[in-house]
Structures are given as C-alpha cells and as structure tokens.
C-alpha cells in the first residue's frame, strides 16, 4: 500500500480508550504487512531427516514512520510525544496502572486494531530556539482482535 508523502489527510491514530484522535501529517509513504506462521523441527536419533510440524499462526506485525512540520513551532512536537507515549508503558512507577491502550489505526480502506511495540522519535531540525521543527515518529504496531 503507497500514497505519496505529502498528499491530503487520510490517515489517524485513535486511542480506543479514551477516544482520542490524531490525524497524519502527512500519509506513510508506504506500509509494508507481513504474515507468518511458525513451525517446529522434529529431531530424533537416527533420522535422516527432521520432521516438520506446523505450530501456530504468528500475530501481524508493521512499522510505520510518520513525519511532522511544525514551522513555527507551536508545540505540536509535545503533543505527539504525549500522544504516542500513552500507547506505551510509563517512564516511571505509577500506582494502578495496567497497560497500555489499544488504538485503531487508520489509512484510507486499511484500518486496523492494534497495540504499540515500540516508538522511535527522531528530530531531524530544531528552531533557533532549539524547537523540534521537522520530526519522525517510527512506530511499530502489533494487530490484536482479529
């Protein structure tokens, strides 16, 4: 699935907890969706060669990078920092938390149910006053509820 970068708003994130949504910036340049499953190998002595034995469907796992412009900055860097980093566990200890929210994510017809793995921020260009002005979230989504 591809859409050039750049091109109208068709995308978001939802926070299926508390409702909350962010629209992409700009629309991935591409996703890529794997499937796989997972097999054993069945050694014994004297075989001349080990069985194999089909084991279990493997959950779909994608990665995302989503790119931001925030010229001038107006915060918007704090937001999605808050945003994304609700999908994960807290930096810190806090009482009676559980884990973290699923999400729906969205991109025209592809719309999935998923839990965050992992978010890498990279800030590609600060202001003059040292704002994050150009960023990229990479995100690595699991689909769950299928």
């Known amino acids: 699935m591809s859409t050039r ?3 109208p708003t068709k995308g978001l994130i939802k926070n299926n907890t508390t409702g909350a ?4 910036q700009f629309n991935p340049s591409s996703i890529t969706y794997p499937r796989s499953v997972s097999y054993a190998t069945i050694d014994a ?13 493997e959950a779909r796992e994608f990665s995302v990078n989503l790119l931001f412009f925030d010229k001038p900055y107006s915060g918007l860097y704090i937001t999605m920092c808050n945003f994304f980093g609700a999908f994960l566990t807290p930096e810190t200890n806090t009482l009676g938390y559980t884990k973290p929210p699923e999400m729906t994510f ?3 017809s592809f719309t999935r149910v998923c839990v965050m793995l992992s978010l890498e921020i990279n800030i590609v260009q600060y202001d003059d006053n040292l704002n994050p002005v150009h960023f990229e979230f990479n995100v690595t989504l699991r689909q769950v509820g299928v």
């Open 106 to 108: 969205v991109m025209g």
């Open 21 to 24: 949504i962010q629209r992409f």
């Open 45 to 57: 002595p004297g075989m001349a060669y080990p069985d194999t034995q089909y084991v279990k469907g």
């Open 5 to 7: 970068v750049g091109a």
